[in-house]
Nanobody, 123 residues
């Protein structure tokens, strides 16, 4: 059993900043990539930013230069610093992680999702 819990969402005015975090817990042997997705009402879920373990960060074009993803592997935590927020950034932000978990039968890879945290950017 592996869980991801996001925190830090809320209401912010356009031009402001907000930071969200996500912590993984449970039977974790190793976490590979961690990332953030978002979904606005009536739209598809889209990748915001991701960071493979030992790799370079990837960003959606719409957030490049404004958002920064980082992670603390010792704490199984990934962060997303969001600056210069725009109303179009309003969405539920979901944490995602590729987790290797250990069971009696061996190890297996799981794609785990958090429940999401709402970020609302007002005009």
């Amino acid at each position: 059993q592996v869980q991801l819990v996001e925190s830090g969402g809320g209401l912010v005015q356009a031009g402001g900043s907000l930071s969200v975090s996500c912590t993984a817990s449970g039977s974790i042997f190793m976490i590979n990539a961690m990332g953030w997705y978002r979904q606005a009402p009536g739209k598809q879920r889209e990748l915001v930013a991701s960071m493979p373990s030992g790799g370079s960060a990837n960003y959606a074009d719409s957030v490049k230069g404004r958002f920064t993803i980082s992670r603390d592997n010792a704490k199984n935590t990934v962060y997303l610093q969001m600056n210069s927020l725009k109303p179009e950034d309003t969405a539920v932000y979901y944490c995602n992680a590729g987790v290797i978990t250990e069971t009696r039968g061996g190890v297996r890879h799981l794609e785990v999702w958090g429940r999401g945290t709402l970020v609302t950017v007002s005009s």
